[in-house]
């Protein structure tokens, strides 16, 4: 295959695709046949109340863990065989406590063949954290931001985040998800992030992936997903089918360009995973 | 990734260091105190407490060493952040287990070294190397042994993933195979040499045990190691009679050497001769080294997937 065909088929091929994904701790599923394919070059928000299978499914995504059954692709590969092209941001971003900031760029530098180490110094020098620091005096935010930053220099296709901004104040985490999105942007690559609360990603995603009780219950871009819903009072028109019958201003359908009152991203959401949980019950 | 290895190990490494350079310090006076000495008997006690030391410094380094080295990364969560960088988990793992084990062997190393320096003369002296607390505590076996602890201790905490169970459980393991290595496989390196010795009075006199069914224990071979005694025989290969030996070993303890020498006593023993010193050095490390490399492959397979949550 000539490299300009497959460098197409590449950008058209899904960075993240699973088929009838399935994950079980025990005999508890923590993740039951999702089939997801995530296009390249998006911000794509992992949204779903704690416990919906965001984690595992990340995991699974970096290889950290191995699905029961089902498949799961990343760059067209097992998730794990091209270690250099993700980053992973961890839950509560871990950092060595004893290593200083400078320390931890060399260990990034070390272990990363395509480190960028003029975009993690200017990264550094940009969010104001001292080299000499020792990481476990950063406080949280920058703790934050010293592990974009080493995930950021590595320079991979796809980056990872796990709840970045839970352990924030509201400040640090618009101010985090700000260089967030502007690092990944930066660097062309895609992201992913979960989140248990809609607001962190709504201001940045356009690809929203819902998971409730281990299931993906919507997926898609996010502007589809808008023209693609309603509120409607009443019965669902012809060719809509109802997410859900709504409680106080009634039910939200879905359909090709249907009629009806347009719909917040909240209200979608909420909708699909307020369904989820009374199906669950 | 060595860079990281060596860099999380220095604070530990450092405090290791601290504790050989003041035992150090001890065994070079003492080195040179015995070689001054005329009686080296003396220093009989301090060299066992010195001995008992240096066969429990390589459990110290598993426990301080080696349980820590994967356990902390999971308690602190950091296995997350070094195993999102571009380096496989089992490379990961297969460094960190080289630099602390070889930081291990070299300071077991350093340290039998000293011990064997300092206590040669005595050891010179008594001939008994093959004893249990001055096989292990001499040239090679500490090294090995040092190697296997931390190994050791890094694979149970990657199963523990929590550092204080892991600790506990590696002195565990490490006393277990510490105590059945010299008991139960050491003596069976080779097949012993049969022989018999003459029960003279200097013999007698290094027993350890005489029993009223005339059986003994503690008989020596002159640098070799006995792992079995038979019974008292006459020059006539007849056991012996009951009745004279009873006689001298009743009498009076000053007055039994030479009562039983008297009776012209032999005894036959299987035993490993002096020159299989070196043989079963070599064959115990080996062995200590192949378990090491054993509990390697294991840390590697179990590292790989593990189908459990990361954190």
Redesign the interface.
């Known amino acids: 295959m000539p490299v300009r065909d497959k460098v197409r088929t590449m950008s058209r091929m899904p960075i993240l695709k699973t088929e009838r994904l399935t994950m079980r701790y025990g005999h508890r599923a923590a993740l039951t046949d999702c089939d997801l394919a995530i296009p390249r070059g998006r911000v794509v928000g992992l949204v779903g109340p704690n416990g919906a299978g965001k984690s595992t499914l990340l995991q699974l995504a970096c290889g950290l863990v191995t699905p029961t059954t089902g498949t799961i692709e990343v760059l067209g590969a097992r998730p794990g065989a091209h270690l250099d092209r993700v980053g992973f941001v961890a839950q509560d971003t871990p950092v060595y406590a004893g290593l200083t900031v400078a320390e931890h760029l060399r260990m990034g530098a070390r272990l990363n063949p395509r480190w960028d180490g003029a975009l993690a110094g200017r990264r550094i020098a940009e969010v104001g954290l001292d080299p000499g620091q020792r990481a476990g005096r950063l406080s949280g935010g920058q703790r934050a931001q010293l592990a974009l930053t080493l995930a950021t220099a590595k320079r991979p296709d796809l980056l990872i985040f796990d709840e970045p901004v839970a352990a924030l104040d509201p400040l640090a985490r618009a101010g985090f998800l700000r260089t967030l999105i502007a690092s990944v942007t930066g660097i062309g690559a895609t992201a992913i992030l979960s989140s248990h609360l809609l607001d962190d990603v709504e201001r940045v995603c356009d690809w929203l992936v819902v998971l409730g009780g281990g299931r993906v219950r919507v997926a898609g871009d996010v502007a589809g997903l808008l023209d693609a819903h309603r509120r409607v009072a009443g019965p669902p028109p012809p060719g809509t089918a109802t997410v859900h019958g709504g409680i106080v201003r009634g039910g939200i359908v879905r359909g090709t360009a249907p009629a009806g009152e347009k719909v917040s991203l909240g209200d979608l959401v909420l909708a699909y995973l307020t369904r989820a949980a009374e199906e669950g019950r | 990734?060595t860079?990281?290895a060596w860099?999380?190990f220095r604070?530990p490494a450092l405090a290791g260091a601290i504790c050989l350079a003041a035992f150090a310090v001890y065994l070079v006076v003492l080195g040179l105190q015995i070689r001054e000495s005329a009686d080296v008997g003396a220093f009989r006690t301090r060299l066992y407490v010195v001995d008992a030391v240096v066969l429990v410094a390589p459990g110290l380094l598993g426990v301080f060493w080696g349980a820590p080295l994967v356990s902390r990364e999971f308690e602190?969560?950091?296995h997350?952040?070094?195993?999102?960088?571009?380096?496989?988990r089992r490379r990961w793992l297969a460094v960190k287990l080289l630099v602390v084990g070889l930081g291990g062997m070299v300071a077991a190393g350093l340290l039998s070294a000293l011990v064997t320096w300092a206590a040669g003369p005595y050891d010179e002296a008594v001939g008994d190397r093959f004893t249990a607390l001055v096989f292990g505590a001499r040239n090679l076996a500490p090294v090995a042994y040092a190697g296997f602890a931390t190994v050791l201790g890094a694979v149970v905490g990657l199963v523990l993933r929590r550092s204080v169970p892991a600790m506990a459980l590696t002195i565990l393991i490490f006393v277990v195979v510490q105590v059945a290595m010299p008991t139960l496989v050491r003596p069976h390196f080779g097949t012993p040499v049969t022989g018999t010795a003459p029960l003279t009075a200097q013999a007698v006199r290094n027993l350890t045990f005489l029993g009223a069914d005339a059986s003994i224990r503690g008989l020596q071979v002159p640098g070799g190691w006995v792992v079995s005694t038979g019974g008292l025989l006459t020059a006539a290969d007849e056991p012996v009679d009951r009745a004279a030996y009873n006689r001298c070993v009743l009498g009076g303890v000053d007055d039994t050497p030479d009562c039983l020498a008297a009776l012209d006593l032999h005894v036959a023993a299987s035993y490993h001769p002096a020159d299989r010193y070196w043989p079963f050095q070599l064959v115990e490390s080996a062995i200590y080294a192949g378990l090491t490399l054993l509990l390697a492959a294991l840390g590697g397979r179990l590292i790989r997937?593990?189908?459990?949550?990361?954190?």
Do not use: E
């Open positions: 990734m860079w990281l860099r999380q604070a602190a969560g950091t997350r952040l070094v195993w999102s960088q571009s380096i496989s997937g593990r189908p459990r949550r990361g954190r």
